[in-house]
């Protein structure tokens, strides 16, 4: 398996206002490809994940692998109000059904990047990007400080790994390996739903002390006391990942994942709280998972993911 595709730039093409000069430019007219030499001023770094095989493993409806190129694709058209540079990084693969090659390879692409001062964005693929994603994280930081995970999520991701990972382990994964080298597992699930988890997956959050909210408690009325919630989360930590699984969204918004929520979670209330993190300093790194192109309607998901893109690096 190569390590990562080729970083394809034709991707990035769109509309052309001349008339209106730089005022009018999108992503594709500032997107560069990520010099691997390094030298590059720091910015914001995407990072595409193409695997679904998590999801598969989990029996989930596959299709996920394709997500980075098609939000890329619905990125490039988008408006440009960013003040740092972009670099597009390209695609970890999982062709050949090695997803522990893949996390590995991952994990070290974001440590790259990371140790040259970039805030990596990665794309999704199914969720077992995140046990990749904080990998990388955990290499860069060699133990420097309390990392916090926040999770917007109908689920929590911690089904035990009995004989392979997938996209419903990566969290009790992540605790496993904090255990293994003596640092604290600091997770938050936000948007749980109740009916999507088993009375197991509860008691071990619960013995795993996650804080969690569910998806009935996140609405516009609660934001205050979400807010002051992930304030006394924030305090506990040095630094910060943000994952967010796109089936959190009521499915209305996000009818492009594999398993779309009965109820979700309004983007009125999961932006503020995206702002409020990123507004703490400390948020080193975040990824979107469980886009699925081949469910999309009319690319109403691939949509709502590049807006969440524009609200994580603004």
């Not at 988008?78 to 893949?102: Q, T």
């Not at 970039?118 to 046990?131: N, R, S, Y």
């Not at 071990?204 to 996650?210: F, Q, Y």
């Not at 109820?263 to 975040?286: C, D, Q, T, W, Y």
Request: glycine share 10%; hydrophobic share 45%; proline share 5%.
């Amino acid at each position: 398996m190569d390590k990562f595709n080729p970083v394809d730039m034709s991707v990035w093409q769109g509309r052309q206002d001349p008339e209106d000069g730089e005022l009018a430019l999108r992503w594709h007219d500032k997107v560069q490809p990520w010099p691997q030499a390094g030298h590059a001023a720091p910015g914001v770094a995407l990072v595409g994940f193409a695997c679904d095989e998590g999801v598969r493993r989990n029996k989930g409806r596959v299709g996920a692998a394709g997500a980075p190129l098609a939000v890329r694709k619905l990125l490039a058209n988008s408006a440009w109000h960013l003040g740092r540079p972009v670099y597009d990084s390209g695609d970890v693969n999982c062709e050949d059904g090695d997803l522990d090659a893949a996390h590995g390879h991952l994990a070290e692409r974001v440590a790259s990047l990371l140790d040259e001062g970039h805030f990596p964005l990665v794309l999704g693929g199914g969720h077992e990007v995140a046990f990749g994603s904080w990998s990388g994280l955990n290499l860069h930081l060699a133990g420097r400080g309390r990392v916090g995970i926040i999770n917007f999520d109908a689920h929590f991701d911690l089904r035990m790994k009995l004989e392979q990972a997938s996209s419903g382990t990566p969290f009790f994964q992540i605790a496993e390996q904090c255990a293994i080298q003596g640092t604290p597992f600091t997770y938050a699930c936000l948007g749980v739903a109740e009916t999507a988890n088993t009375q197991a997956l509860f008691a071990r959050a619960e013995a795993l002390g996650v804080w969690h909210v569910l998806d009935e408690a996140m609405t516009p009325a609660e934001l205050p006391a979400l807010l002051s919630g992930l304030d006394a989360f924030i305090a506990r930590c040095d630094h910060l990942y943000l994952t967010i699984d796109l089936d959190v969204l009521p499915a209305a918004v996000m009818p492009g994942v594999s398993a779309p929520a009965a109820r979700g979670v309004e983007l009125a209330v999961i932006e503020p709280l995206i702002a409020h993190i990123r507004a703490s300093g400390k948020l080193r790194l975040a990824d979107l998972a469980e886009y699925n192109p081949s469910l999309d309607q009319d690319n109403r998901s691939a949509r709502v993911a590049a807006r969440l893109v524009h609200q994580l690096t603004k």
